[in-house]
């Protein structure tokens, strides 16, 4: 599971690992950069945009997937 808008990516055994592991990678990125005082910052580097005080994020403009081979030696 990926978000652009955070640049955040966490993986599991199955989708429904990968999203629990998802949540608490968001939910870590949240704790740590408001205890920072960074969570501002970390927005804008982001792309995230703040419009009377309401933080707005990217606009996606596409997805796409790509295949690619990784060589294994024999």
Do not use: M
Request: proline share 8%.
């Amino acid at each position: 599971v990926y978000t652009p808008a955070l640049d955040l990516c966490a993986h599991g055994d199955s989708l429904e690992d990968a999203k629990k592991s998802f949540e608490t990678s968001v939910n870590l990125f949240f704790e740590e950069a408001v205890k920072r005082n960074t969570l501002s910052e970390v927005l804008r580097e982001n792309g995230w945009k703040e419009i009377k005080r309401k933080w707005i994020p990217p606009i996606v403009i596409g997805q796409d997937s790509q295949p690619i081979e990784i060589p294994v030696p024999a």
